[in-house]
């Protein structure tokens, strides 16, 4: 399943404190997550890319929901 790709890509740019690599998970993340019908985690995955192109480091932290979420659909 991507969803699951997707959380292990993110997992390692988060572990690695890569802002750029976080950022490009977190946009695709962005649009797939809203035509899955899941609104709120896709605004937590906006967040994450705009915190991350600004080169805050509060981007790793704010990954960490989504993930979990990812590996853990309602």
Excluded: C, M
Aim: positive net charge; without cysteine; glycine residues 6%.
């Amino acid at each position: 399943p991507q969803f699951l790709v997707d959380a292990a890509q993110g997992d390692a740019a988060q572990a690695r404190g890569d802002l750029a690599e976080l950022r490009r998970v977190a946009h695709s993340l962005k649009s797939a997550l809203l035509l899955t019908g899941r609104p709120r985690l896709s605004q937590t995955a906006h967040a994450v890319e705009l915190l991350a192109a600004r080169g805050d480091t509060q981007a790793l932290a704010a990954w960490l929901p989504i993930a979990a979420a990812l590996r853990n659909p309602d």
